[in-house]
């Protein structure tokens, strides 16, 4: 049972509250290791069409790594800590989509895990920014090579080098949030698209996911022939067959995830 993440469902849609409001949900170790842990077993959960992340509370979504943590700490102490696998890597490659219901603070170690997700949602409250820069160090939980991905080099650059904070408008402006709602309207806004998107067929999404985050490793030319290659994978599925008979028969599908 996991101490700091609360689990809800709401249809196929799994939704995690990361539960440390008096440290406005700052990641220590007992919440990687919570996370890991039901993010593991969602995976292989065929009710699970999608997974939703938040934090508690209306101020912050995650204010970063516990700091707490991080004082008289040895390299080798926080290379053990920081070892495979990790929360960041394991959402990006997750087999589901993950999406980032940022309702505060996202800061830090929490902005890193909204860059891991699929899709960002934020509320108009939202402060963005990765201060790493203030306390002497960088951003290690994939920052440097997830947002300048995600914005390009030279907002990246702007955000990690100066540590300052931009609102919910801005990280809009700049790619680093895909949606932007109103505080009392952020929930039903997340939780109506990931039904949605939770609703199609898992074994597409999955597919849809792996080529798309293909295309942060691959060249153009080798990301579009994998494309090709996973297009034609989905002529194996029945799924394929059943989308295509649907809309011949003017009926909504009925997924089997095969
Ligand atoms: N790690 C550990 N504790 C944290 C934290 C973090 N990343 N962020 C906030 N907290 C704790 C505070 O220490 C405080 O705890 P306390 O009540 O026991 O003193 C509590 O959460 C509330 O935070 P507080 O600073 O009082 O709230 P605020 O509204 O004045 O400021 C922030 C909010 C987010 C601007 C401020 O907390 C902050 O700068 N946090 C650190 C952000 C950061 O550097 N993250 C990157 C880490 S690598």
Same mark, same amino acid.
């Given at each position: 049972?996991?101490?700091?993440i609360?689990?809800?469902?709401?249809?196929?849609?799994?939704?995690?509250?990361?539960?440390?409001?008096?440290?406005? %949900?700052?990641? %220590?170790?007992?919440?990687?290791?919570?996370?890991?842990?039901?993010?593991?077993?969602?995976?292989?959960?065929?009710?699970?069409?999608?997974?939703?992340?938040?934090? /508690?509370?209306?101020?912050?979504?995650?204010?970063?790594?516990?700091?707490?943590?991080?004082?008289?700490?040895?390299?080798?102490?926080q290379?053990?800590?920081?070892?495979?696998?990790?929360?960041?890597?394991?959402?990006?490659?997750?087999?589901k989509?993950?999406?980032?219901?940022?309702n505060?603070?996202?800061?830090?170690?929490?902005?890193?895990?909204?860059?891991?997700?699929?899709?960002?949602?934020?509320?108009?409250?939202?402060?963005?920014?990765?201060?790493?820069?203030?306390?002497?160090?960088?951003?290690?939980?994939?920052?440097?090579?997830?947002?300048?991905?995600?914005?390009?080099?030279?907002? /990246?650059?702007?955000?990690?080098?100066?540590?300052?904070?931009?609102?919910?408008?801005e990280?809009?402006?700049?790619?680093?949030?895909?949606?932007?709602?109103?505080?009392?309207?952020?929930?039903?806004?997340?939780?109506?698209?990931?039904?949605?998107?939770?609703?199609?067929?898992?074994?597409?999404?999955?597919?849809?996911?792996?080529?798309?985050?293909?295309?942060?490793?691959?060249?153009?030319?080798?990301?579009?022939?994998?494309?090709?290659?996973?297009?034609?994978?989905?002529?194996?599925?029945?799924?394929?067959?059943?989308?295509? /008979?649907?809309?011949?028969?003017?009926?909504? /599908?009925?997924?089997?995830?095969?």
């Open positions: 049972m996991a101490e700091t609360l689990e809800a469902r709401e249809g196929r849609v799994a939704v995690l509250t990361i539960h440390r409001p008096d440290k406005l %949900n700052a990641l %220590n170790q007992q919440v990687r290791d919570d996370m890991l842990e039901i993010l593991a077993r969602l995976e292989s959960d065929d009710a699970v069409g999608a997974v939703v992340i938040t934090g /508690a509370g209306e101020k912050s979504f995650i204010a970063g790594a516990d700091i707490g943590e991080f004082a008289g700490r040895s390299p080798f102490d290379r053990h800590a920081m070892r495979s696998p990790r929360i960041f890597d394991v959402m990006s490659t997750f087999p989509p993950v999406i980032a219901m940022i505060g603070f996202c800061l830090g170690g929490g902005c890193e895990l909204a860059l891991s997700c699929d899709l960002r949602i934020a509320s108009t409250k939202a402060r963005f920014g990765q201060p790493e820069i203030k306390l002497g160090l960088i951003p290690g939980g994939g920052g440097t090579q997830r947002m300048s991905r995600l914005v390009g080099v030279g907002q /990246a650059l702007r955000l990690i080098l100066s540590g300052d904070m931009i609102d919910a408008a990280a809009l402006r700049i790619g680093l949030v895909e949606m932007v709602a109103e505080p009392a309207e952020l929930r039903a806004t997340t939780l109506e698209l990931a039904q949605r998107i939770a609703g199609f067929s898992p074994l597409t999404l999955k597919v849809a996911k792996q080529a798309v985050r293909a295309s942060e490793t691959m060249s153009l030319e080798d990301g579009i022939r994998y494309e090709r290659d996973l297009f034609c994978l989905c002529f194996s599925s029945a799924d394929k067959e059943e989308g295509v /008979a649907a809309f011949l028969d003017k009926r909504p /599908a009925e997924w089997t995830g095969r």
